[in-house]
């Protein structure tokens, strides 16, 4: 490095080539994402963004950014109710559910009073 300018313009060489990794993996996230896009749609996306990197993630950004806020939230919630799902499954039933099933079995006489008592400390824990 000759001088300071040389410091500063790899610099800002660097930050434009990572903002442009970050746009690139935005767009290429976007185009698989997206289910109404047909592959022939997908494929010429992705020749542009390798021939005119910076132009087409540019024109896609422009054309098409909308359709990225909106897939991405569409794509959150999806990831949000498979984990809800998830817990919920993995949680079981509630200590009130358990507490009602026990008494059910007692009522019926499968199990005794003491045997109840057990299943009711272990729900409320």
Do not use: C, H
Not at 9 to 37: G, N, P, S
């Amino acid at each position: 490095m000759d001088s300071i300018w040389d410091l500063l313009w790899y610099t800002l060489l660097v930050f434009a080539f990572v903002a442009y990794l970050l746009v690139l993996f935005q767009v290429l996230t976007d185009l698989f994402r997206d289910r109404k896009m047909s592959g022939v749609a997908r494929v010429l996306w992705i020749i542009f963004l390798i021939l005119l990197p910076y132009l087409t993630a540019f024109v896609y950004l422009l054309t098409r950014g909308k359709g990225i806020a909106e897939r991405n939230r569409e794509a959150n919630v999806e990831a949000k109710q498979a984990a809800d799902s998830y817990i919920r499954e993995v949680a079981g039933q509630s200590g009130a559910a358990q507490i009602a099933e026990a008494k059910t079995l007692l009522d019926a006489g499968t199990i005794t009073q003491a045997e109840f008592e057990q299943l009711k400390a272990k729900a409320l824990v």
